[in-house]
């Protein structure tokens, strides 16, 4: 396991206000209050520790398919449902989404191979990552990629706590299926469309990993 580079500037800035809380415990606190400094102490290296892993990177084995689509995110399926996208496809798709928790894993990984063709940030509101609006009302940044057999659309939403969505992606760049493609931080969700004729190999309430379960199937030629 590793710390992915967007936590860096995070944990320094939590371990310097951590430390400073507990030096003032310790001068103004410990001599009267020795059970209080110990337990400020306890909350903020909780709270540090929990930060830290936020920002864990697990090692995995990679799935890998032509045919395949894999999850994009760790978290859980909270929609599988017929849509009519008018942002890219103006035509209805299959809309799978994953709901990543602040526990979760929040690296993004490419649920296909092939080539950038849209790259889009949306400016928005932060309703609630669980709720239907945030999809199309929620900040966001929209990518689809495009592949021999077809056209994926994935998109990172910001939820109510997080509101900084990272993308290292750009139009004309070739990607490789389950590699890293941008991060969310604390708790938001991803939306994957899938053309309608797609198998879905997933259930609803699934707990999901990136990069290595396997959300859908397509259609063989």
Not at 36 to 49: D, K, Q, Y
Not at 142 to 153: C, G, N, Q, Y
Not at 200 to 214: A, D, F, H, P, R
Request: with cysteine; charged share 20%; glycine share 6%.
């Amino acid at each position: 396991m590793t710390i992915h580079k967007e936590g860096f500037k995070s944990i320094v800035i939590a371990a310097i206000i951590f430390a400073a809380i507990n030096l003032l415990s310790f001068y103004f606190i410990s001599f009267h209050w020795p059970w209080l400094s110990w337990l400020i102490f306890i909350a903020t290296l909780g709270l540090l520790l929990f930060i830290i892993s936020f920002f864990r990177v697990p090692a995995r084995q990679l799935t890998k398919g032509e045919n395949l689509v894999i999850c994009p995110a760790d978290g859980k399926v909270v929609v599988i449902e017929e849509i009519t996208d008018v942002e890219f496809f103006n035509d209805r798709r299959i809309q799978v989404s994953i709901f990543m928790s602040p526990a979760n894993v929040h690296q993004n990984r490419n649920p296909i191979a092939g080539e950038v063709i849209y790259n889009k940030y949306h400016k928005g509101k932060y309703l609630v990552a669980w709720d239907p609006k945030s999809s199309t009302e929620n900040e966001r940044h929209s990518v689809v990629i495009k592949h021999p057999r077809a056209e994926v659309l994935v998109k990172q939403i910001a939820g109510a706590v997080a509101k900084r969505i990272i993308n290292y992606l750009s139009v004309g760049q070739r990607v490789e299926q389950s590699a890293e493609y941008g991060f969310i931080k604390f708790g938001s969700r991803v939306d994957v469309l899938l053309p309608i004729d797609t198998t879905i190999s997933v259930q609803l309430n699934q707990v999901v990993k990136g990069g290595v379960t396997v959300l859908a199937e397509f259609k063989k030629a």
